[in-house]
């Protein structure tokens, strides 16, 4: 690794989780390593969904069977 890419790693380390995942995905675009690329919208919902599942907050399984109860219908 570079002294230049260590650099940017240590600044990048101290950044907000967020800022640190969206800093990834840039660097995983531009390495060319196949990450996903995500609209800012796709990206936050993805980030909120992960919060979730960390504060255990699941759909009751009711709830789901109603939506596709709901979308089998149309």
Same mark, same amino acid.
């Given at each position: 690794?570079?002294?230049? %890419?260590?650099?940017?790693? +240590? ?6 989780? /967020?800022? /640190? +995942?969206? %800093?990834?995905?840039?660097? *995983?675009?531009?390495? !060319?390593?196949?990450?996903?690329? %995500?609209?800012? &919208?796709?990206?936050? &919902?993805? /980030?909120? !969904? %992960?919060?979730?599942?960390?504060? !255990?907050? *699941?759909? +009751? ?6 939506? *596709? ?6």
């Amino acid at each position: 690794m570079t002294r230049l %890419l260590e650099k940017a790693i +240590d600044i990048i380390r101290n950044l907000p989780d /967020q800022r /640190q +995942d969206e %800093l990834a995905v840039a660097l *995983f675009a531009a390495a !060319g390593a196949g990450a996903v690329d %995500l609209s800012e &919208a796709e990206f936050i &919902a993805v /980030q909120e !969904g %992960l919060e979730d599942v960390r504060a !255990g907050r *699941f759909a +009751d399984p009711s709830e789901i069977e109603a939506i *596709f109860a709901r979308h089998r219908r149309a």
